[in-house]
């Protein structure tokens, strides 16, 4: 069994700065794929970014140039390093981890992001 972890939420000001964690059970090189999606209320849940088993990365096109996914293998945690920060923003953000194969994939419980002065 897999438990993904987020931690790193919170309340912060428009131009602002978080970072997110997300902890896994297990070694994260199993994973093809991780990544954050965000949901906020009324609206669908959306990609964030990703980050691939050979380190590619993808972007939203409203975080691209303010957001950065890293993962640190040796502490099994994916990384989001959230720059300026903007009200729209605000949102609960859920990690993500697939293996290779249907019914392989993971969520986490999610962490409250809020942007507001």
């Known amino acids: 069994q897999v438990q993904l972890v987020e931690s790193g939420g919170g309340l912060v000001q428009p131009g602002g700065s978080l970072r997110l964690s997300c902890a896994a059970s297990?070694?994260?090189?199993?994973?093809?794929?991780m990544g954050w999606y965000r949901q906020a209320p009324g609206k669908q849940r959306e990609l964030v970014a990703s980050?691939?088993?050979?380190?590619?990365?993808s972007y939203g096109d409203s975080v691209k140039g303010r957001f950065t996914i890293s993962r640190d293998n040796t502490k099994n945690t994916v990384y989001l390093q959230m720059n300026s920060l903007k009200p729209e923003d605000t949102a609960v953000y859920y990690c993500y981890a697939a293996r290779r194969g249907v019914g392989s994939d993971y969520w986490g419980q999610g962490t409250q992001v809020t942007v507001s002065s």
């Open positions: 980050i691939t088993y050979n380190a590619g990365t």
């Open positions: 297990g070694s994260i090189s199993s994973f093809y794929i």
